[in-house]
């Protein structure tokens, strides 16, 4: 699975709030093969000569100008942070700190000089998760698999209890001695919500809350689901 530096609210709603000249903008594509990182490094250089012209044409005071542009220009020397790299850089900057995020989602190379950051893709990047879960339940077990744009199929696993698949083993006497039970395709109903909420419990322990999750279940157990 591809890296990826994904704001917590409270960070991102800081973000967004933040005030102050020059404050810099700068998006680009990458890409996780190193071969490739020299060729990004060159991009970027050529953004932050772009991000001065544009603080010169606004006619941002030189001492601030340079502050935001070293921090920039530090980030092409930081080994540790281009050892790992994503599909997309986004960099904030400005004279008292910068921000540095990578993001799996495919950006487009761009410079922006402002009063405040374009926290644009990071919003994006946090409001539209790009990966998803795949459940499928039968009653011979259940199977979660994630998939996403960066990465392939990958399976999960669901410690179920050892006895998870006897909550819908009918006894010899067919329960009749237990306790009155409906007849007919409603008959083991308490006993499929039971076996698909175990499953449920454990999928919800994996899966976060705001990755979507798509059911896949066999045509006995879709009822359960359905109510």
């Known amino acids: 699975m591809l890296p990826a530096d994904i704001p917590q609210t409270d960070h991102l709603l800081e973000l967004v709030e933040m005030r102050g000249i020059p404050s810099i903008t700068i ?28 603080a010169q044409d606004a006619g941002i005071d030189r001492p601030e100008r340079e502050q935001a542009l070293a921090r920039l220009r530090a980030v ?12 997309s850089v986004v ?15 495919r950006l ?23 990966r998803a879960f795949i459940v499928q339940i039968s009653r011979g077990g259940a199977r979660l698999t994630e998939f996403g744009a960066d990465h ?11 006895d998870h698949q006897l909550i819908l083993t009918e006894a010899d006497n067919g329960g009749q001695a237990d306790f009155p039970r409906p007849q007919g395709a409603t008959g083991d109903r308490l006993e499929r919500e039971r ?32 109510r």
């Open 152 to 162: 392939g199929l990958t399976e999960h696993d669901l410690p179920l209890p050892s």
């Open 91 to 105: 960099l904030l900057a400005s004279p008292e700190r910068i921000h540095a995020f990578r993001l799996a989602n």
């Open 108 to 130: 487009t190379a761009r410079a922006t000089v402002s009063d405040r950051f374009d926290t644009g893709p990071l919003l994006r990047a946090v409001t539209f998760p790009r």
């Open 195 to 226: 076996y698909c909420r175990v499953v449920q419990d454990e999928v919800a322990r994996i899966v976060p809350r705001d990755v979507p999750v798509i059911l896949c279940a066999a045509t006995d157990l879709d009822p359960t689901y359905a």
């Open 76 to 87: 092409l020397d930081d080994d540790d942070f281009w050892t790992h790299q994503s599909r």
């Open 27 to 54: 998006s680009l594509p990458s890409s996780p093969v190193p071969a490739d990182h020299e060729r990004i490094r060159i991009q970027l250089r050529g953004l932050i000569d772009d991000a001065d012209r544009q």
